[in-house]
């Protein structure tokens, strides 16, 4: 039988993964399912309820440097449970709404502050700190999002059975059990982790806090534009094949083909990540997006469409484990947290604007293709800025 100390990083590594899932699967794999009995109830529009989602993006970007600095100075098991806390508070609340102000409450800001404390930060906080020499690799295996992907049929089927308050209540025993959970975490010995740890290169100053040096910029400006693949896919795609004439059933199906291979594109591009470098990773899956967003623009048919989805899938999946690769490269450690948080609150604006953007351009012309190609351009920027930091950055 394997001792305890064998065992452990691997448990560390499935309590990680049980958090993000949690985290982000009864939060942005929920929100599409509520709003409409939450709009027949309240007599709200659907542009309103759609605010709680923005909320949870907005208030766990804008929390993210400081939750970021409690990991790196004070306890990664206490703010664990500390956001658990919080998402037992904000389902349990957001149940019992009564108005949509009381609901935005409760699942934006409640469950944003929830949100910002279990899912992103503290689970590859975790991978850091028990595999530093496969960063790619595990945080790719983390970041999985199965939940998003595969339980809005159970959702939708108790919504539909027992009412979506039903819903949220079984949501806040799920934050319960995953409470429970999070009392084992353990960080390893300072030695231990003092030993594992690759020496910081040249090109980031520990000393100095990460937003202001130069790399920081050079590694978030490029995946900041990268991730915001996803986000334009998830909004707009549908609209695109029900323009080309594909019935609506058939198009809600490449939601689903995105998303199962966002599930294939995380560990994908972490193995890349660790097995040529995070930089090399990363051109690869910008000359992809940049690629895949012309030739979405030119499908017509069904089939076409899922073929690049799912591609495209692959390369939005993949963002994340790239940029915990250069940051555990980057910086050390007891830098990670504040690193991460300061990259997640300065890539809020084009998460942001992403899809309000999109829709502009299409409002001005009328066509999804030139919003799919403005993506292809971005994507082209952020090929020239990685090939314009390739020296320092190469060393990564």
Request: with cysteine; charged share 10%; glycine share 8%.
């Amino acid at each position: 039988m394997p001792k305890f100390s064998t065992v452990q990083p691997y448990l560390m590594v499935f309590i990680a993964f049980a958090a993000f899932n949690v985290s982000v699967g009864l939060t942005f794999g929920v929100v599409g399912l509520l709003i409409e009995p939450l709009s027949q109830e309240f007599g709200a529009s659907k542009s309103q309820l759609s605010l709680s989602i923005s909320l949870v993006a907005a208030i766990s970007a804008c929390a993210s440097p400081l939750i970021g600095r409690l990991l790196d100075r004070w306890s990664l098991r206490g703010t664990l449970l500390i956001g658990c806390l919080l998402g037992i508070i904000a389902s349990v609340g957001a149940a019992r709404a009564h108005s949509v102000l009381a609901y935005l409450l409760a699942f934006g800001v409640l469950g944003g502050l929830s949100f910002a404390m279990v899912a992103v930060l503290p689970t590859n906080k975790i991978v850091s700190l028990w595999f530093p020499h496969k960063l790619g690799r595990v945080s790719g295996l983390v970041n999985l999002s199965a939940i998003n992907a595969l339980a809005p049929p159970l959702f939708s089927f108790i919504i539909v059975s027992h009412g979506w308050r039903s819903l949220l209540d079984v949501f806040a025993l799920v934050y319960l059990g995953l409470l429970l959970l999070c009392l084992l975490v353990r960080v390893p010995a300072r030695a231990q982790v003092a030993a594992a740890e690759r020496p910081a290169p040249e090109v980031a100053d520990n000393e100095v806090a990460p937003f202001r040096q130069r790399v920081f910029w050079m590694i978030c400006a490029p995946t900041a534009v990268l991730s915001t693949t996803g986000i334009v896919a998830i909004t707009y795609v549908v609209a695109f094949a029900l323009s080309q004439q594909i019935a609506a059933t058939s198009a809600a199906l490449l939601l689903s083909v995105l998303g199962l291979a966002s599930l294939v594109g995380a560990p994908l591009f972490g193995w890349l990540c660790d097995r040529l470098t995070p930089l090399r990773a990363l051109f690869v899956n910008g000359c992809a997006q940049l690629l895949l967003w012309c030739a979405l623009a030119g499908m017509r048919s069904l089939i076409e469409m899922a073929v690049v989805l799912a591609l495209l899938g692959l390369c939005t999946g993949g963002v994340m484990p790239m940029v915990i690769g250069f940051i555990g490269r980057a910086w050390p450690m007891r830098r990670f947290g504040a690193a991460l948080g300061q990259m997640t609150f300065a890539g809020l604006p084009l998460s942001f604007s992403a899809a309000p953007v999109a829709g502009l351009i299409f409002d001005a012309v009328g066509s999804y293709r030139a919003a799919f190609l403005f993506e292809a351009l971005l994507s082209a920027l952020a090929l020239l800025v990685l090939w314009l930091a390739r020296k320092r950055l190469g060393s990564l």
